[in-house]
């Protein structure tokens, strides 16, 4: 079953920020170049917690073994806590140590016990390898980011790596030793990479699941297992002596009693992200000219590692595990600390180390300096200019890993600055746009609006002319339903027209074959069939006798009819001539609008009133 990866992005939540690449001491964060999202590439990772730490919006996370650990302790048998010695610096919310064994062991656990013996073994080692000098200098092996690191880029060191197992897996092999080959362990500490580290030892030397201090409160807090419900108790043997100091860094030579004097000492102590980076570098290149060991950590010293609460605070932890250390050694047997360490001066400590080289190829000049051209870094010396703060060293540095596909050039602030200043400009020109767009989209809505008003203003003079007439005048749809009739209409059509009036004003929707006889909508059906006009045609409606004309207004959609009572006086005809006249003349703009508004061209409307005109001129000259 193939291992989760020691830390993971979550795409999600992330926004984008960078300050996991820009922290990542060795580049294993790809930027991708479609999403811009950062992934981690879990064989170049060193494990050293410094993206998670560095994360603001809590988008990454690290391979959890709080469910692994339940499970070993719902499995029965044995099982033992080692607890680094930096719980003294994490929990100083816990008043006594002796609560907090007991804590441990509400949890499951058989026995807990400290690793700071498993310290004091490896630390008499290196006294005996770093004076046994024969000409070789070492880099200490306890820091499990720091090995990873030497043997993923700097394979060439793996030499002068201390060959010697980190005090976590001493530790194991002691209780094994002490209590069975059979029992269960479980690391408990400040250190991410050491989940990683552990995958790597079998036999005596195994760890069965690693919790980090974060993980130990999130147990406690499940099981609501609290200080003031538990009863004290001490430590499972062996217990340690000066290896309580592990967690500050140079605690480790004091626990071992490896010279520091500046003047006579043969070992360099040095913590931290960017010191471990040129300790290993000097290293490789000036050990020549240095001529002393390296006692490296990753973080600063195991008191701010990465598996600790967030907040801490350094000087504090720091204070709380010297107050720790000595509040043991005031009371500490060192006779029967003496026979336990001599009892275990035959256990095997050593490790071998394994190159997985990790290293790119360095990309070929061209391609460097077209990246370097994409960031506007061309011309220039590449290897002394950089704000770093990309991530990289320098602007070279920074070409080169684009070649390789780990970054992207928006991670280049010149870069961005200048691509957001260009950004600025287009949105400052697009809005200037915007700006008189919405001025004349305004002054469009006005123009429209007058016009609409004119248009209503227009229709209501024309409505009230059409309903003035003494013709009838209807409009049809393609179903034979009334689209608009006016008054003269419903008149000459009879009392149900009337009726209906009534209920919808102007028969709008009313069905004309409902209202006349069959050979007369006919006429309309006729007209809708073939778009040709019936003009003139007198027909005999009830005790009336009719002029009708029809014709097409929009083809085979709508048709319009004009009905006129041909026994009206011819006086009310002149004047309805006169006056429809005098409407075509001075109002054909409103004409158009009202053609307009029943979805007709102007030439219809006025073809239908010059239809109604012409055949009050053909009655007038029979």
């Known amino acids: 079953m193939p291992i989760e990866p020691l830390f993971q992005i979550s795409h999600k939540t992330c926004i984008k920020c960078y300050s996991c690449v820009r922290i990542c001491p060795v580049k294993a964060i790809r930027v991708d170049d479609g999403t811009e ?31 692994e650990a339940k499970g070993i302790l719902a499995a029965g048998g044995k099982v ?59 880099i200490t092996a306890n820091c499990p980011s720091v090995v990873s690191y030497i043997e993923k880029y700097h394979p060439g060191l793996i030499i002068n790596l201390a060959p010697l197992v980190s005090p976590m897996i001493a530790s194991a092999k002691v209780m094994r030793m002490k209590y069975g080959s059979d029992i269960k362990i479980v690391f408990i500490g400040p250190c991410i990479a050491t989940k990683d580290e552990a995958l790597k030892f079998e036999g005596e030397g195994r760890i069965d699941s690693v919790l980090t201090f974060v993980e130990l409160r999130q147990l406690f807090d499940e099981f609501n297992i609290r200080e003031g419900k538990v009863e004290f108790s001490d430590f499972d043997p062996p217990l340690g002596f000066k290896g309580s100091l592990y967690p500050i860094s140079n ?25 471990m980076l040129d ?46 250390a000595n509040k043991r050694l005031n009371t500490f047997d060192h006779e029967e600390w003496t026979k336990e360490a001599l009892s275990f001066s035959e256990l095997d400590l050593s490790r071998q180390f394994e190159a997985d080289d990790q290293r790119l190829p360095v990309p070929e000049e061209d391609k460097i300096e077209e990246a370097l051209k994409m960031i506007n870094r061309e011309g220039h010396s590449h290897d002394e200019i950089g704000c770093e703060s990309c991530g990289y060293s320098n602007c070279r540095d920074l070409a080169i890993a684009i070649t390789q596909g780990l970054a992207t050039t928006e991670m280049c602030h010149v870069f961005s600055g200048r691509n957001r200043q260009e950004y600025i400009r287009t949105l400052r020109e697009t809005n200037e746009n915007l700006a008189r767009t919405k001025v004349a989209l305004k002054a469009s809505e006005e123009t429209a609006k007058r016009e609409k008003e004119a248009q209503k203003e227009s229709a209501e003079i024309i409505s009230i002319m059409l309903q003035n007439l003494l013709s009838g005048v209807v409009i049809v749809d393609e179903n034979l339903k009334i689209y608009q009739s006016n008054k003269a209409f419903i008149r000459i059509i009879g009392e149900e027209a009337a009726l209906i009036d009534e209920v919808i004003p102007g028969l709008v929707g009313a069905d004309l074959k409902s209202l006349l006889p069959v050979h007369f909508y006919k006429m ?4 809708l069939t073939t778009d040709e006009p019936i003009e003139n045609k007198d027909i005999m409606y009830e005790d009336t006798k009719l002029g009708v004309s029809i014709f097409s207004i929009r083809s085979h959609k709508y048709v319009g009819g004009i009905l006129r009572d041909m026994y009206l006086p011819e006086v009310r005809k002149e004047q309805i001539m006169m006056r429809l006249t005098e409407v075509i003349d001075e109002n054909f703009d409103m004409v158009q609008k009202i053609a307009y508004l029943l979805g007709e061209g102007a030439s219809k409307t006025e073809q239908m009133l010059n239809s109604i005109i012409d055949s009050y001129k053909n009655t007038q000259g029979k």
């Open 37 to 67: 999202l950062p992934s981690i590439i879990p064989e170049r990772c060193i494990g050293c917690g410094s993206c998670y730490r560095a994360c603001s919006p809590r988008a990454i996370s690290y391979r959890s073994s709080v469910e």
């Open 80 to 138: 033992a806590a080692i607890c680094d010695p930096t719980i003294s610096g994490e929990f100083h919310d816990i008043t006594d140590y002796r609560k907090f064994v007991e804590m441990i062991k509400h949890l499951g656990f058989t026995y807990v016990s400290e690793v700071s013996f498993g310290v004091d073994l490896i630390a008499a080692k290196y006294k005996e390898l770093f004076e046994n000098f024969k000409g070789k200098h070492y």
């Open 251 to 275: 605690g480790f030579l004091q626990a071992s009693n490896i010279n520091e004097d500046l003047l006579t000492g043969s070992t360099i102590t040095t913590e931290g992200r960017n010191n």
């Open 279 to 324: 300790a290993v570098k000097e290293f490789d290149s000036r050990i020549d000219l240095i001529k002393r060991n390296f006692n490296i950590f990753y973080d600063e010293g195991c008191l701010m590692g990465p598996g600790t609460s967030l907040g801490g605070e350094k000087f504090l932890r720091m204070t709380l595990v010297t107050e720790y």
């Open 524 to 527: 309309f059906s006729y007209v």
